[in-house]
Structures are given as C-alpha cells and as structure tokens.
C-alpha cells in the first residue's frame, strides 16, 4: 500500500524502525520477541486480555441479569474508533489531506492492522479503558445520585488519570511517535500533544459515557428492556454520537486557539480544569456517602482487579523507564526518544490508586457483574442473544 505512504508517515515510520512501503497488509503478524523492545509485548497483553476479559464479562451480566450497558459501551467505543482513528490514519483516502496531515505513528507490534498504521492493543484499549472508568463512576453511585452529564464528566476525569499514565511514556518506549510540525499537535505538553491530553485522554470518554447512559444506562435502572436490533442501532448512534461529542465538547479551543498555541495552549487546559473541578468534588462526596450509607450499585471485581493489575503493570514499565529518563537531556534521551512529564504521572497515578481504593472501599450490594441497583430486579431482555 505504498502510495498511501504520505511522506508525514514515511518519516515517522522509519524513526521507529519500520519501512511504510513494506508494513504488511490488511492484517500482520510478527514475532513478539522481535519487536522494538520487551515492554512492547508485556503493553499488548495487558490491554488485550483486559479487553476480553471486560467483553467475556459484560456478555455475562447481559444473561445474568439483562443489563446491556457495559456491552453497548464495549461496542460504542469499538465503533468510536472506527469512526475516527481511519481518517486519522489515511488522510488523503479520505479527502482531508489538504488540511490534515499525519499526526503520528504507532510502532510495528504482534498484531497490526491496517499496514501497520493500527494494533490491534489499540483496538482494545478504547473499549478497555472506557470499562475501567464507567465502572468506578458506576460502583461508586455517581450516575444514579448525580445524573448522565456529572457522571460523564466524572468517567472523563477518572479515564484521563488513567490513560495519561500510559500516554506520557508511550513515546519514550517507542510505542508510538507524534508529529510535532503538525500545527494539530500544538502546543505539546513535554512529549504529548496537549490536545491528546484533553481530548483524547478526557472529552471523548466524557462524550461516550454521557451517550451510554443516555440511551441505555438510566432507562437499565429504570426497568426497561430491550430488543437485539434496538440495542444495535443505540449502539450505532452511541458511537456516531459520542464521535460528534468529541468535536463540540473542545470547540471553544479549536476556533479561539486559531488566534495561536498559547492561546489554545491555555483553553485546552481550561476546559481540563473545569472538568477537574466538577469531578473532584463529586467523587469525593460520593465516595464518603457511599462508605456510609452504601451506593446501592453491586461491585465489579473484574474491574477492582484489574484496575490495579494495569496500574502495576505501567508502574513496573515507569521504572524500567526512569533510568533513561532522567539521564535525558532537553527532554530527549540518549537514543532520540522524548519523555513525558513525570510529575503529571505520579498525580494521574494518585488519582488513579484513590479511585481503585475508593471502589474496595465503599459499601454497596453483591455481585461481580450487576449493573442495576441494589433493589432493581434483574431486566428480562426479549429477543437479545448473547
């Protein structure tokens, strides 16, 4: 698929390591011992086997007690990237070549899709993540006391903790590459474009989670059922929706931030402020209502578990980092990676320790999988199969 190698991509491409012209085809695979380094394999089965895991137990929960929420979520950010990584991808096949160019590059892994441009960790980790953050929101009370939009707002800032731990050393381990002439990319925040911190990291979880609830989370705890294809198309429009969310939700940094990076710089992180605000105290006082009176929402222990099964993970991959870290000077290390900013990981990963800690620590029902309340009676789900 060479003359879909846009000369952007090209030079990305061999900065990793691998040739775009010869970057497989629809789908490679390669031997996870040949890769890049170590860190690139132990990064794939951690998403992976957290995706299956969160998709085998959402089937579960849809049989045991009918609520479709978590596989409408799993599939809603499935269709979410499908929606929006392509274009990201092949600009010019898409007629936006003119006005987008290549915004980065992933590094060749075990499973590629797409001549090299898309893994398939990337794949699961949408669905993966957006698990982990809807259900500490979930099991902490939040959509049920507070409503869709706060609870959005909530899954927004509990994924951004968790993803930005991965985010900001993902170039250093050259797990992927930004372009940093891209004017899209600016201005960049050490290694990560700040736009990937908000938008990405936190406005689209936050557009996803508000459409999950919206369409089928509150009517779930209401006690209304659902069809096969009525689930389908809420799941179609989840994902359409939630991709045009992502657009709205930063316009005010995208048509102001014309006026230059500072300016855009400064509304991006007003935007994360405002979000931070509006989560921080929620989540507490949710936390400490829970504790006392019980969230009424039954515990998911695949996603306590896990939770802390990534957090470690990227811990033990932070500290095999940390070494070239700090021998980096001006930010790059000495093989030609740049590194992320330490100190805005260590307090993702406090956010991130205090929401697993709060969901082992608040009182609520039995359970690993319901989704309704601690009194709804289990949903029957005519003409589902799962």
């Given amino acids: 698929m060479s003359e879909h190698c846009a000369s952007t991509f090209e030079q990305l491409a061999n900065s990793l390591g691998f040739s775009c012209a010869e970057a497989g085809g629809p789908v490679e695979f390669r031997n996870p011992f040949g890769l890049e380094n170590w860190t690139l394999p132990v990064l794939e089965v951690t998403i992976i086997l957290g995706s299956i895991l969160a998709l085998v137990l959402a089937v579960i929960r849809l049989r045991r007690n009918g609520d479709p929420t978590p596989l409408v979520l799993w599939f809603g950010a499935t269709a979410y990237l499908f929606i929006i990584e392509p274009p990201l991808y092949f600009p010019a096949a898409f007629g936006i070549g003119d ?31 957006a698990t982990i953050a809807y259900e500490i929101v979930r099991m902490l ?73 919206w369409f089928v989370g509150r009517q779930v705890d209401a006690g209304q059922s659902f069809t096969g294809i009525q689930l389908v198309w809420r799941t179609i429009v989840i994902g359409l929706l939630a991709s045009l969310g992502t657009f709205i939700l930063p316009l005010p940094a995208t048509v102001i931030g014309m006026a230059g ?19 921080v105290p929620v989540l507490l006082r949710q936390w400490a209502r829970s504790r006392a009176e019980g969230s009424g929402e039954p515990a998911n222990d695949f996603v306590r578990i896990y939770s802390v099964v990534y957090l470690a993970v990227m811990a033990l991959l932070w500290a095999t980092a940390l070494p070239d870290f700090f021998d980096a000077t001006n930010g790059v290390t000495s093989n030609g990676d740049p590194v992320g900013n330490l100190w805005y990981t260590l307090a993702c990963f406090v956010v991130a320790i205090a929401c697993v800690a709060g969901v082992f620590t608040v009182r609520r029902g039995t359970g690993i999988t319901s989704g309704t309340t601690g009194s709804a009676p289990a949903v029957e789900m005519p003409g589902v199969t799962a």
Avoid at 261 to 279: K, M, N, P, S
Wanted: charged share 10%; net charge negative; with cysteine.
């Fill in 141 to 213: 009370g939040v959509f049920t006391k507070h409503g869709a939009l706060v609870g959005a707002a909530c899954v927004g800032f509990v994924h951004h903790a968790f993803y930005e731990i991965f985010d900001h050393i993902g170039p250093q381990l050259r797990w992927w590459e930004w372009s940093t002439d891209n004017p899209l990319n600016q201005p960049m925040f050490d290694s990560v474009p700040l736009p990937s911190v908000v938008v990405f990291a936190a406005l689209w979880p936050m557009s996803l989670a508000f459409c999950v609830r």
């Fill in 261 to 279: 990076d500072t300016v855009r710089g400064v509304l991006y992180a007003a935007e994360l402020i405002v979000l931070t605000l509006v989560a």
């Fill in 99 to 129: 006005s987008v160019d290549t915004m980065f590059a992933h590094n060749v892994f075990t499973v590629d899709f797409l001549w090299g441009r898309l893994p398939l960790y990337i794949v699961a980790i949408y669905p993966f993540m």
